[in-house]
Structures are given as structure tokens and as C-alpha cells.
């Protein structure tokens, strides 16, 4: 079947008695079992939860893998990818990142043993001299947040394999309706489901995807040992939102692309990112590697104060963290989402002060625009009050 198919039509669940057609919410802790000597399929939700078994399935399913696992949030979902490194051993991460990522990476694993070296994952050739004999585990963002810049998906995960280390792959931006990277040769694909997946901004929520069924049999004992799973009222919201991802995602990147169109143009931004525009360095091959090119426009003004003074000036854009949801938004990343990374750090890695992140949603093109073109006037007088300040 065809993906837009797929996500509409979830295999109904076993023995359900009255033909729901939506996945039913089994809002329960534990299950009667049949009798003492004897397990049901299930026995408390932390080990397992229908609602959560038929989201992990649909997920497995769009992302073409063995097995999938849902957590209560994409740092949880993370948490565990990031630990299949063992002690001893070492993350390789790319440079942009998200900021609640890095501190995972800085902060905690170390108190396990495990370390963490940065390298820019846009040049595979800076991988291929940067992996090493204790490097288990390859992490990467492609497109980044927040800069968007483009990895090579298939070329890192040959330099990984035949380094024997695992390629993992944090798609929450692209997800799985855009980009597929385990049919491109990753070993793990991670999700922030908080993000583009969930897509109603009403809900925390992570998945991993795995190849490996081994691989998954390891993170799914720990998954119940350590008790990070989601919960069923969660898990029956993100199978609702998953739904209409395709048809969100393709309406917020056809506007995406009309923003983009816009701002190139406008003599107050001084810097675009989008890989959907054809002057970005990863255009060609974000072309070649996925299907679209998503929701998030970035860009720089040349002074924190103007990009501060316009994120305020939006009204269709609230101030928010976040990405992927049916109404826009609008940060500054290293005030928000990357402010967890040291302000040292930020600069060594060319992550600008004052790049404002949009999030397109939704609404009608036209408004955006019309909002932005306000926002980004403001401070400056507008055609229409020179002419009042004449009379
Ligand atoms: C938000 C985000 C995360 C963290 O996910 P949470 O659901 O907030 O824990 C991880 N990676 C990326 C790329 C994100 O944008």
C-alpha cells in the first residue's frame, strides 16, 4: 500500500467486538488474567498496552522497520538510543543539534561512562576521520535544527557500517511521510512524536524504529525494566494525529515554501535557511534523500534586538518552542530551545544569536505573509504612516 493509505487504515486489534473503526483507548493499568497459572496477552500497561502495541505497529509499519517502541517523550526516546553505546565507549554527535539533546549528551551520559564528540555530520568526509574504534553509535539530524543543514544519510551510514558502529538517526523534523532513513541504511530512527508526528502540539511523546530485531528485543527489556513507556492516552492521541500526518505536512511545506519565497526577497532578513529553496548548499541533495523539504524556515536579521523586537510584533505566530504543530510559531532558538547549550559552545558552533526559527502551520498563506510582512516593517515606518505623518 501507499503510505497516504497506510496511514489511514490501522490493522483493527485482535478480538475487539463491536468493529470500532477508531483504535479503542484502553485506559487501564493491568488486565484480569485468565487464572493464576495462566498469562492473558497482556498483564499491566507498563509491560504492555493494546493502544500502545497498535501505535508501535503503525509506526514500525510507516518506517519500513523490524519493531518499534514508544516513550514519553523524544528525550526519553533518545535517552535509551544513546545508551546502546556502552560504557567505555562514545556517541558521535553532529554540531547542530537540538539543545535538550546536547545536554543529554554532556550531562548525563558521562555519569555513565559514555562520551560524546561533535562532528559536522553535513561532511562525510569529517565523519569517516572522526569515527573511531570506541565510537558505537552515530547520531544525526538531518535537516539540522535549527540551521537546516543537510547530511548525507546513505554515504554516513556506509563509513558507520564498516566501523561497526550504529547509525541513529533523529527525524522528527523530516518524519516518516518526508524521509525514510532506515531504507537509506540507518540502523535506528528517533522521534520527538511531541513534534510533526503528534502535529496538534497537545501531546509529549517519543518513538524509536529499529532494523535490528535483536537491537529492539535489548531496548524493549529496558524499555519496561526501566519504565519509560507512553501512556495509553497518549499513545490513542499521537495514532489519532498520525492519521493526517500526510496531508498536514504537505499543506504546512507548500507554505513553507511560499514564506521561504518571501523572505528571500524582504531587505530585513539578512540570511535564509530552507533547504527547499534551490541556493541552499543541501538543496540537491535533500532532493535526492527525501520527498519534501518540511515545515521550518529559519533566518537571520543581523541584530538580536530586531529578530527579538519581531518574534514580539507576530500575532499569528505565538513565542513557543516546539515544531510540527498545526498552528505556526515562532523562537529564537538560542533563547529557547537551544538555550541549554553553553553561549561559548553556540559560537564555536556558528549557531547565530539571532536566528529566528519558524514553525509554518495551517493558516492561510496569505496571512502568514500579511503577519510577517507587519513584523518585519515594524521599527521602520510603513509606507502608509509616511503618508499620515504628511497630512
Ligand atoms: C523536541 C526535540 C527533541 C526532544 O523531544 P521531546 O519530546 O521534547 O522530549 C529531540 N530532537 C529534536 C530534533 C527535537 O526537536
New binding site residues.
Given amino acids: 500500500m501507499k503510505p497516504a493509505t497506510e496511514l489511514v487504515r490501522h490493522r483493527r486489534l485482535a478480538n475487539e467486538p463491536y468493529g470500532s473503526i477508531a483504535t479503542p483507548l484502553y485506559q487501564t493499568a493491568t488486565f484480569a488474567q485468565p487464572d493464576a497459572r495462566e498469562a492473558g496477552p497482556y498483564d499491566y500497561s507498563r509491560s504492555g498496552n493494546p493502544t500502545r502495541a497498535a501505535l508501535e505497529e503503525q509506526i514500525a509499519r510507516l518506517e519500513g522497520a523490524a519493531c518499534a517502541l514508544a516513550y514519553g ?4 526516546a ?1 535517552a535509551a538510543v544513546v545508551r546502546l553505546a556502552a560504557p567505555g565507549g562514545e556517541v558521535l554527535a553532529g554540531d547542530d543539534l ?1 539543545g ?2 546536547d545536554r543529554l549528551l554532556s550531562r548525563v551520559l558521562p555519569e555513565l561512562g559514555i562520551s560524546t564528540r561533535h562532528v559536522d555530520t553535513t561532511r562525510p568526509q569529517a565523519v569517516q576521520e572522526a569515527i573511531g574504534s570506541h565510537t558505537h553509535l552515530l547520531l544525526v ?1 538531518t535537516p539540522t ?1 535549527p540551521l537546516l543543514r543537510v547530511a548525507d544519510l546513505a554515504a554516513l551510514a556506509e563509513i558507520c557500517h564498516q566501523r561497526d558502529a550504529l547509525l541513529a538517526v ?1 527525524d ?2 523530516m518524519t516518516p511521510w518526508l524521509q525514510k532513513p532506515l531504507d537509506l541504511g540507518a540502523d535506528i530512527v528517533v522521534h ?1 512524536a ?2 510533526g508526528l503528534g502535529g496538534h502540539s497537545d501531546l ?3 518513538v524509536v524504529a529499529l532494523r535490528d530485531a535483536a537491537l529492539a528485543e535489548r531496548l524493549a527489556f529496558r524499555q519496561n525494566a526501566e519504565g519509560a513507556a507512553l501512556a495509553p492516552f497518549d499513545s490513542w492521541l499521537l495514532l489519532r494525529g498520525l492519521k493526517t500526518l500526510g496531508v498536514r505536512v504537505d499543506r504546512q511545506e507548500a507554505t513553507a515554501h511560499r514564506i521561504a519565497a518571501f523572505l528571500a526577497e524582504h531587505p530585513a532578513v539578512t540570511r535564509l535557511h530552507y533547504p527547499g529553496r534551490p541556493d541552499h548548499p543541501g538543496h540537491a541533495l535533500q532532493r535526492r534523500q527525501a520527498r519534501g523539504f518540511g515545515p521550518v524556515v529559519s533566518f537571520e536579521t543581523g541584530s538580536v534586538a530586531r529578530s527579538a523586537a519581531l518574534v514580539d510584533a507576530l500575532e499569528l505566530f505565538p513565542v513557543a518552542v ?2 510540527g504543530g498545526v498552528g505556526s510559531t515562532a523562537s529564537l532558538p538560542c533563547r529557547m530551545s537551544h538555550a541549554s547549550i553553553p553561549e561559548s559552545v553556540r559560537q564555536a558552533r556558528h549557531l547565530p544569536e539571532d536566528l529566528v526559527r519558524l514553525s509554518i502551520g495551517l493558516e492561510d498563506p496569505d496571512d502568514l505573509i500579511a503577519d510577517l510582512e507587519k513584523a518585519l516593517s515594524d521599527g521602520r515606518p510603513s509606507a502608509a504612516s509616511v503618508v499620515v505623518a504628511r497630512l
Fill in positions: 517523550s523524544g528525550l526519553a533518545l537540538y535538550g539533546t539530524e535544527n533523529d522528527s523534523l520527538s511531541t513534534k509529549t511523546a517519543g516546539s515544531f
